[in-house]
């Protein structure tokens, strides 16, 4: 189970970015794929997640109506689709594979992280 995320780099305030993470081995037996951030100095945070058996999704405040996920199955990759970029955007984001919440909805919170991805670079200045 390996995880491989991409798409960081540098971009304006208001600008566009789409992250992609790869998955390989089983790990879309998983029950969500969630996207975590950590900026310099702050906990890793949960951003977002879609589970893989209906698609359906949650977001962080933060990032809502800014940032969509999606996935495509036939090549197990999930992506961010980032838009109208804030500073406060910057930061390491990592995707990872999450354990089922007991819920309808995934919850991308740290405790059901199974599988961590390396992090992909994102950020945004001026």
């Known amino acids: 189970v390996q995880l491989q995320a991409s798409g960081g780099g540098l971009v304006q305030p208001g600008g566009s970015l789409r992250l992609s993470c790869a998955a390989s081995g089983s790990t879309f037996n998983s029950d969500s794929i969630g996207w975590f951030r950590q900026a310099p100095g702050k906990e890793r945070e949960g951003v977002s997640c879609i589970r893989s058996q209906d698609g359906s999704t949650a977001y962080a405040d933060s990032v809502k109506r800014r940032f969509t996920i999606s996935r495509d199955n036939a090549n197990n990759t999930v992506y961010l689709q980032m838009r109208r970029l804030k500073p406060e955007d910057t930061a390491v984001y990592y995707c990872?594979?999450?354990?089922?919440?007991?819920?309808?909805?995934?919850?991308?919170?740290?405790?059901?992280?199974?599988?961590w991805g390396q992090g992909t670079q994102v950020t945004v200045s001026s």
């Open positions: 990872a594979t999450l354990y089922y919440s007991g819920s309808t909805t995934c919850r991308v919170v740290r405790q059901l992280v199974d599988v």
